[in-house]
Nanobody, 128 residues
Framework: QVQLVESGGGLVQAGGSLRLSCAAS????????MGWFRQAPGKEREEVAA????????YYTASVKGRFTISRDHAKNTVYLQMNGLKPGDTAVYYC?????????????????????WGQGTRVTVSS
């Protein structure tokens, strides 16, 4: 069983920055591709960013490219989402997700059904 705990959300003015963290339990975290998703009120959940287990490949949805950075620290069993230049449209609950795997690879995953484990979410509110 894998447990994911997000933190770092909050209220920020437009143009500000936040760094979200997702701490994972389990000794095999280093082989799990990870993703960050968000869900705004009244909207479907969308993937914001993804990272391969080896950290060598990343994906960003078009609306956050150039502003958000996903990274991971295997020693801390943590994946991060650095968010700069925040906009009111970034307001949402942000979730991290893990896809269990027994081996390292350079693959990331783009669909929520490809992830088995989810955190409880952390709320990000960007005021104009």
């Amino acid at each position: 069983q894998v447990q994911l705990v997000e933190s770092g959300g909050g209220l920020v003015q437009a143009g500000g920055s936040l760094r979200l963290s997702c701490a994972a339990s389990g000794r095999t975290f280093s082989t799990y591709p990870m993703g960050w998703f968000r869900q705004a009120p009244g909207k479907e959940r969308e993937e914001v960013a993804a990272i391969s287990s080896n950290g060598g490949s990343t994906y960003y949805t078009a609306s956050v490219k150039g502003r958000f950075t996903i990274s991971r620290d295997h020693a801390k069993n943590t994946v991060y989402l650095q968010m700069n230049g925040l906009k009111p449209g970034d307001t949402a609950v942000y979730y991290c997700a893990a896809r269990p795997s027994n081996y390292n690879s350079g693959s990331y995953y783009l669909n929520e059904y490809e992830y088995d484990y989810w955190g409880q979410g952390t709320r990000v509110t960007v005021s104009s």
